[in-house]
C-alpha cells in the first residue's frame, strides 16, 4: 500500500509532463477553425489565470508589489507564445528540442541574476545543448546551424523566456518568501495573456470563427484554459513529494510524448541528425539535475528559501519542492 501511494507523486508528474507534450495538437486545432498562434496563447493564458484566481482567491493577500513580478510575467509571456506558435507553425519536435535549450541559458541567466557561480560543470553541460541544437540545425545544404524558419526561432526565444522564468521563480521565492505558489503561477498566466494580447496586434488576423466553429473555439479555449491551470496544480502536488533532481528526470517525459504525438498525428518522423542532437539536450537537461543535486548553494540573506535554478526550489520551511515556470 505504501508502494503504491508513493508513486502516486511520480505519476502526477508524469500526466503532467504528458499534457504539455500533447498540448501542440489542440493548439493546431484552434489554428484550424481561424484563431492565431497569439490569440490562442492570449486566449487560454487568460482562462487558466481566471481559474487559478478563483479557485485560489484567499492568497491574492499574500501579493506584494515588486519589479520581479512584472519581469516574470515578461519572462513567462515570451516562453508561452514561443511554445504555442512555434508548435502551431513549425517541426512539433524541432521546436521542442529548440525549446528544451534550458541548461545553457539557464546558466547564464543564473549567473548574473542569482549571483551563481558558473562553474565548469555548468559551462560542460551549456556547451553540451549547444552542440545538440549545432548537430539538429546543421546541414550541407542549409549552411550555418542557425533555425530555419520563424516557428523555430519562436522555440529558441521560448526556451530562454522559460530559463529565464525559472530563475525569477526562484529569485521571487526569496525576495517574497509569503507569496504563494499559487499567485507566481497566475502572474505566469496572466503574463502570457497579456504579452500575448499585446503580440496579437501584429499578426494578421484571418476570418474570426463564426457558427458553430466559433462555439467550438470557445469550448476549446475554455477547455485549455482549465487543463493548463488543473495540469499545473496536479504537478505541484507531484513536487511537493518527489526530489527535485528526479522530478527533473521525470518531466523529460514529456519529449517522448511529444515525439510520438507528432508521429501519430502530424506524422513527423525525425531523422539521424535530429535524434542525436536531441539526445545531447535530452543527456544535458538530465545531468543539469544531477550536477543541481551535488551542489549546496548558500543561503539567500533575503529568505530562508534554497534551491536550484533548474526551476525546481526546496523551502526550508516546509521541504517542498515548487513548480518549474512552464505555461
Request: proline share 6%; glycine share 10%; aromatic share 8%.
Amino acid at each position: 500500500m505504501y508502494g503504491i501511494r508513493n508513486g502516486w507523486p511520480t505519476l502526477a508528474i508524469m500526466l503532467g509532463a504528458s499534457v504539455w507534450g500533447m498540448i501542440w495538437y489542440p493548439l493546431r486545432m484552434l489554428a484550424a477553425l481561424g484563431v492565431t498562434g497569439t490569440a490562442a496563447s492570449a486566449l487560454t493564458s487568460a482562462a487558466g489565470c481566471l481559474f487559478v484566481l478563483m479557485v485560489r482567491f484567499r492568497t491574492l493577500k499574500t501579493v506584494r508589489w515588486h519589479w520581479l513580478l512584472p519581469a516574470l510575467a515578461l519572462a513567462a509571456g515570451i516562453t508561452n507564445l514561443g511554445f504555442v506558435w512555434g508548435s502551431i507553425h513549425g517541426e512539433v519536435m524541432r521546436v521542442l528540442l529548440l525549446f528544451y535549450l534550458t541548461p545553457a541559458w539557464t546558466a547564464l541567466f543564473a549567473h548574473f541574476i542569482l549571483h551563481e557561480r558558473l562553474t565548469w560543470a555548468g559551462a560542460g553541460l551549456a556547451a553540451l545543448s549547444l552542440a545538440g541544437a549545432m548537430t539538429m540545425l546543421w546541414s550541407p545544404q542549409l549552411g550555418m546551424p542557425v533555425p530555419g524558419n520563424l516557428a523555430e526561432w519562436a522555440g529558441l526565444a521560448g526556451g530562454m523566456g522559460f530559463a529565464m522564468s525559472n530563475v525569477l521563480i526562484l529569485k521571487t521565492s526569496r525576495v517574497l518568501p509569503d507569496m504563494k505558489p499559487e499567485m507566481r503561477t497566475a502572474t505566469i498566466f496572466g503574463g502570457a495573456a497579456i504579452f500575448s494580447a499585446c503580440a496579437s496586434l501584429f499578426e494578421a488576423m484571418p476570418a474570426p470563427p463564426t457558427g458553430a466553429h466559433l462555439g467550438t473555439a470557445g469550448l476549446l479555449v475554455l477547455g485549455l484554459g482549465l487543463l493548463l491551470a488543473s495540469n499545473n496544480m496536479l504537478v505541484q502536488y507531484g513536487l511537493a513529494r518527489v526530489p527535485a533532481n528526479r522530478a527533473s528526470i521525470i518531466m523529460l517525459f514529456e519529449i517522448v510524448v511529444t515525439a510520438m504525438s507528432a508521429w501519430l498525428f502530424a506524422g513527423e518522423s525525425p531523422g539521424p541528425r535530429e535524434w542525436a542532437g536531441g539526445a545531447c539536450i535530452v543527456l544535458a537537461s538530465a545531468l543539469s539535475s544531477w550536477v543541481h543535486r551535488t551542489k549546496a548553494m548558500p543561503p539567500d540573506p533575503a529568505s530562508e528559501d534554497t534551491g536550484s535554478a533548474d526551476g525546481l526550489e526546496t523551502d526550508r520551511k516546509d521541504g517542498k519542492n515548487r513548480p518549474r515556470a512552464m505555461v
